[in-house]
């Protein structure tokens, strides 16, 4: 029995906007196995950030929770207090952002910084949380550890920032760490930097990851499952070797296969259309006005999540039957 | 195949403090040189503070070189006083990598895309609008987009627009700066299977600016890779990624992320962090980093070398056959 | 797209609607001022002088009979004229100083801001003290000496929302197609600085109207007997100790509304106006 760090069962979270309540994310289920990496994949308006935030509990005024549970550990975060959910975030669950330098307080010194977050979830303080500052930052492997903790977050690159966020966020041994586009901001040469760090840092420490990122690269390098999601749901979940060897769903086969490569002379294949509005989400699957493989059913009916392989679950009436796109052209 | 741009020994330098009386040169580019041949998409390879956005904005004059030539089908344009450029502007056009921010908030898209045909009074009145309608429905849009403003269409509708604003004039040159990298993965394939279209239609020749190493693979026959402003390989596409000859082009592509999760791929890390245009070595700029890096690459400054018919590449040692690639020296 | 605005706006702040209400009022007020007073502010009446507020006269009489209530109603006309025309011109001209300096910067740039230091060096009021005696007192000189102080605010404004615009995409793109700059500056840059432009002038139209109270009260703006709120204050001060308090009052009253009407409408303006909605 494969035990789970992360259980969000049936999450429902919505916006309230001027032209009427936006429902994100409609019955959100998605499970995490302690110590591996889960990577969600999705494009602008698919909600991964949403989910991101709702497992915090960041959701603020005009976004709500409606519905759902969010097991960490067996505990329900969603029905924590808020200061109970302080002790949480931080300390047992951290999240870095897409961008580096916009997460540091421009004002504050690497080594403030740091203490600060010491002080308050393990009341260190004094020379005890300086060696633990000075470890934190070797362990991200960032260089001259005593020339960066006086350093401000203007005086260092995109990477290193990144990297100081990564400390910031292991400093109190989290369970959970979560990366919202954590590299998406970053040079590629720095993005295979963070991303070794990150590998090396889960087997080192044991970390439990979730990675949230629209790279499908970023997926190949650094996780062992796979989580599609679209129009606020999930469509695909599956291993990643699985995933990218026969995807079911046809979204996620078409978004490996319009990945650019060499190849000076056929056109990319494409999905038409455009990522639908949350809005006036379409009538039965939110695929299915763009899906080469749509059928009326699909219209009308709704498909619910299933199990076609072990582990291998997709939403869909008409999978994939096939791998739609090879990887050996690549 | 005629030369519709000819570049020679650009340079863009800016003088920045650096506190009390002290003044840094920051040289963003170094000595370009390169030529866009009639119909044909260069790419432009980069990473941050390689410089290639100031290259793009240089020869469309956005920017003042500070040294060098640009010419345009035979007329130099560098030193051309504002009167005389701005009708040559019709010829020249830009796409840029943000569409929310290049597009003017309170214009609608229609106006954008026809102030440039009403500026080069390429048409007046109810021919220009009609003018307008083709244009937009040649990039992917229909007429009824023409009315609406920015916000209220998505980042791939918003691009389209752009590059709709940009064929307004009849343009045989556009430089395309990262057009693609704010988008999403299925928006890019759209996108850039669109270009490659209207390339084809009209006979465009493009300038490909892009960090994305497969994106310029599969649109540009010719590829230009730029590091701290400088040159450091040239050569065709196919050639170019199946044998890098300069160690920063290895880096490069080694640091690209697997396609798969079972892809091998043979790492190159380079030392140190990413260098600042602001501190550059005396040497080959890539030499504090490279693996392969002697004495005389710290101290030598590299030109570019031709290596086969229609290659070049600014590293002695690559040149003179003395590197193994798979044998860094420590 | 902008009504669609403003009523999202004015359901997420309802107390804009009792601003925008009050200042509809006003402005009907000074339109219609000669059809709803009931008597010609100008008309004296020594025989009636200073009777407390009752019939025939609602808000009472001062020590040379003329009817308050009339006289308030007309300063309606002259004390939103001062305003709009001191923050018109104060916006236009600051406006135009401000995006000329922010876009050409260098020299340029220096020697407005310079300009606008000075002005902003003295304090605001002595300022408009010292132009409206230059000028000499009336209602146009009025309205020059508070427009001329309240200027660099407009200035700096512009200049400042324009330094960050100058190098945005659009900018570029606008020259890249084939704009001279003057048209970059003017048609695409000035529109996007000018929703805080706005903001501000709500805002500043109360002070506006204090400030020429103000000025007026000191015999420096316009003068006696034109029904201007302030004049008519400080024909009443030395009724007060003799317990005529009217006479000062319901002007005083009026330039209150007047002020928190402008006020709570500057602040909805902010939020309607405000990018980060969007």
Known sequence: MTEYLLQIEDLHTCFQTRNGIVHVLRGLSLNVPRGQVVGIVGESGSGKTVTALSIMRLI??????????????????????????????????????????ESLNPVLTVETQIRLVLRQHLGLDGHAALTRARHLLRQVEL????????????????????????????????????????????DVTVQLQILRLLRQLREELGLTLV???????????????????????????????????????????????????????????????????????????????????????????????????????????????????????? | MDALLEVSGLSKHYIVSGGLLRRHILRAVDGVSFTVSSGETLGVVGESGSGKSTLGRCLLRLEEPSEGVVKYRGIDITGLPDSSLRPL?????????????????????????????????????????????????LVGLSEEHVARYPHQLSGGQQQRVAIARALASNPQFVVLDEPTSALDVSVQAQLLNLLRALQRRLGLSYLFISHDLSVVSYMARRVVVLYLGRVVEEGPTRALFDDPKHPYTRTLLSAVPANTPWEQR??????????????????????????????????EPQALQPVGPDRQVACWRS???KIVWTRPEA | MRLADLGYGLRRNPITIVGLVLLAGLMLVALLAPLLAPQDPYATNPARSLRPPGPGHLFGTDTFGHDIFSRVLHGARIDLMVAAGAVGLAMVLGGFLGAVAGYASGWLDDGIMRLMDMLQAFPNFILALGIAAALGPSLPNLIIAIGLTNLPIYARLVRSRLLSLRVSGFALAAASVGNPPWRVLFVHLLPNCLAPVFVQATLQSGWAILQAAGLSFIGLGVRVPTPEWGV???????????????????????????????????????????????
């Open chain 1, 60 to 101: 603020r005024p005009p976004g709500r929770i409606l519905s759902g549970r969010i097991l960490f550990q067996g505990t329900d975060l969603l029905r924590l207090s808020e200061q109970q959910m302080e002790r949480v975030r931080g300390r047992q669950i951290a999240m870095i952002f897409q961008q580096p330098r």
């Open chain 1, 143 to 186: 260089p001259d550890v005593d020339r960066l903790l006086r350093a401000y977050p203007h005086e260092l690159s995109g990477g290193m920032c990144q990297r100081v966020m990564i400390a910031l966020c292991l400093a109190c041994s989290p369970k959970l760490l979560i990366a919202d586009e954590a590299t998406t901001a970053l």
């Open chain 1, 211 to 330: 990675v949230i990122t629209h790279n499908l690269g970023v997926v190949a390098e650094l996780c062992q499952w796979v989580a599609v999601m679209y129009a606020g749901e999930l469509v695909e979940f599956a291993p990643a070797e699985q995933f990218f060897r026969a995807p079911f769903h046809p979204y996620a086969a078409r978004l490996l296969a319009c990945r650019p490569a060499i190849s000076l002379e056929d056109d990319l294949p494409v999905i038409p259309g455009v990522v639908p509005d949350l809005l006036t989400r379409p009538s039965g699957c939110p695929f299915h006005p763009r899906c080469h493989r749509a059928r009326p059913r699909c219209r009308l009916e709704h498909p619910s999540l299933e199990e076609r392989l072990p582990g291998h679950e997709v939403r869909c009436f008409f999978p994939e039957e096939v791998p739609a796109w090879t990887p050996s052209l690549r």
């Open chain 2, 89 to 137: 502007r019709r010829h020249l056009q830009m796409v840029f990598q943000d569409p929310a921010d290049s597009l003017n908030p309170r214009m609608t898209v229609g106006t954008a895309v026809l102030e440039p045909i009403l500026l080069h009074g390429l048409a007046r009145g109810v021919a220009a609008r009609r003018r307008v309608i083709e244009l937009f429905e």
């Open chain 2, 266 to 299: 043979h790492r190159i890390i380079p030392r140190g962090e990413p260098a600042s245009p602001l501190a550059r070595p005396a040497g080959c700029p890539f030499s504090p980093r490279c693996p392969w890096a002697v004495q005389r690459c710290h101290e």
């Open chain 2, 319 to 321: 040149i003179e056959g």
């Open chain 3, 232 to 278: 008519m204050i400080s024909m009443g001060v030395p009724q007060l100790t003799s317990g005529h308090w009217w006479v000062s009052f319901f002007p005083g009253l009026a330039i209150m509304v007047a002020v928190i009407a402008f006020n709570l409408v500057g602040d909805g303006l902010q939020d309607v106006l405000d990018p980060r909605r969007r």
